[in-house]
């Protein structure tokens, strides 16, 4: 869809910028030297800024619009539920929040059988993290290295990267080095030695934490913002194996990889694993309305029966949110939208990345699933050595200049479309990627 011009386009562009400058502190910033990007409206996979230059989306915002931008039936629902309820307290029984939560669980297995609402990510990793620790009386949280599980007191604690150095307020909190064989921890030179060292390594760190402090395992099932790190087969099954081996709770971290951003519905549905805590937001409904949360085992929701969860929200399955949820997870199963991210990553994007990356001497290895891929830039590819700050940042000018946004993180280009993406929309911002590294490679 071409953006709508505006008279007053590159005037309105300028007052945008103007007043983010001013008054908005930005997240993860240093603040002099923000240079916002600004989007004034979308459909689909496309976005524009007010004088009408338009952009294909191959970030989905902060990977989480995975039904697109201004789909009709969640737009419509949320204007629907505004006009009947926009808010009401997390202790009363509403009808959206029940179609929600019945909704989220229709995809899910068996033996979850509660959903607690959160307003985010970040905050379902925190109660994830409290469910766990008071239903096994315990308090240490093992976690990766490589991971990101938000900006909250515990959560960010348990996310591994730089993030977590300045921040580290909690309690209790253990890493460890998962499985990404490309830079591997652990002298592998075949997936199959990669899952079984990291497993090694996982449950050597648990016996010498001591397993009965253990409370969880906190994981990403595909570690997101850290690299796109696709677990190789059976490393998951092992984690699972081990936590029922020392009575620790298994938490997968769905907020990016859910709801279709992998191929399926959840990315665990194709790694024979069955967590006790999954945490979920983004995809669930594309971001249109703030919403995350948590599924609950049976076993541990059973815990709270006649003992009181010391825990809660003011906007804990907030009506316009719930509305949000049930149209668009109604969308996704008429429109076929996890499968056509199924589809489009089999079929376009890990055939069209493998050849860019025969041809890209910039280009070290590509790695995902569905619509959910990495671009791992390196400056040697025989020593794997990573693309500077400049190389990477003229990546991105260069993609922008083409009209393609993309999401960049440290050395990579994550090729992330909407799960909506067609096979087209993928083919030519593959097309425009290819031309952006070619003009920023070094000669």
């Not at 766990?132 to 959560?155: E, F, P």
């Not at 604690?157 to 993030?163: H, Y």
């Not at 194709?270 to 948590?294: C, E, I, M, R, W």
């Amino acid at each position: 869809m071409a953006a709508p011009p505006h008279d007053d386009g590159l005037a309105l562009d300028a007052e945008t910028v103007a007043l983010d400058r001013a008054h908005v502190f930005h997240s993860w910033s240093a603040q002099a030297h923000v240079a916002p990007f600004v989007v004034a409206g979308g459909a689909g996979s496309t976005v524009w800024d007010h004088a009408g230059h338009t952009y294909l989306d191959f970030s989905s915002q902060l990977v989480n619009t995975n039904i697109g931008h201004q789909h009709p039936r969640v737009v419509a629902a949320v204007r629907e539920q505004a006009a009947l309820l926009t808010t009401v307290a997390p202790s009363t029984a509403n009808l959206t929040r029940g179609r929600a939560a019945e909704a989220i669980l229709a995809h899910a297995p068996d033996r979850l059988t509660k959903v607690f609402f959160t307003n985010g990510g970040a905050d379902a990793n925190e109660n994830a993290i409290r469910l766990a620790r008071l239903h096994t009386g315990r308090d240490k949280v093992v976690s990766q290295y490589r991971s990101y599980h938000g900006n909250t007191g515990a959560a960010v604690v348990a996310t591994g990267d730089w993030r977590r150095v300045p921040n580290e307020y909690a309690r209790g909190h253990v890493h460890v080095f998962g499985p990404y064989l490309y830079r591997s921890e652990f002298w592998a030179t075949s997936p199959e030695q990669e899952c079984e060292r990291a497993l090694r390594h996982l449950e050597r760190v648990v016996q010498c934490e001591g397993p009965d402090s253990v409370a969880a395992i906190l994981l990403e099932t595909v570690p997101g913002t850290a690299g796109v790190l696709v677990p190789p087969p059976g490393y998951l099954a092992g984690v699972r194996a081990i936590a029922d081996r020392y009575g620790i709770v298994l938490v997968l971290d769905e907020v990016m990889a859910g709801f279709g951003r992998t191929g399926s519905w959840f990315a665990f549905d194709q790694h024979d694993v069955v967590p006790d805590l999954v945490t979920f937001a983004k995809g669930v409904n594309s971001g249109y309305v703030p919403a995350g949360g948590v599924l609950i085992g049976a076993d541990i929701a059973a815990t709270f029966d006649d003992r009181v969860f010391p825990g809660g929200l003011t906007y804990s399955g907030h009506p316009l949110a719930m509305a949000a949820i049930v149209a668009a997870i109604g969308a996704m199963e008429d429109e076929e939208v996890v499968e056509n991210a199924a589809a489009v990553g089999r079929d376009v994007l890990a055939p069209g990345l493998a050849e860019l990356a025969e041809r890209q001497p910039l280009v070290g290895e590509v790695r995902g699933t569905g619509v959910f891929w990495a671009v791992e830039l390196v400056s040697d590819r025989q020593a794997r050595t990573p693309a500077p700050a400049s190389v990477v940042g003229a990546v991105k000018a260069a993609c922008l200049a083409r009209g393609l946004l993309p999401f960049v993180v440290e050395n990579r280009v994550h090729v992330v479309p909407p799960c909506v993406v067609t096979p087209d929309e993928a083919r030519y911002g593959l097309s425009l990627l290819d031309e952006a590294l070619t003009e920023a490679t070094p000669t």
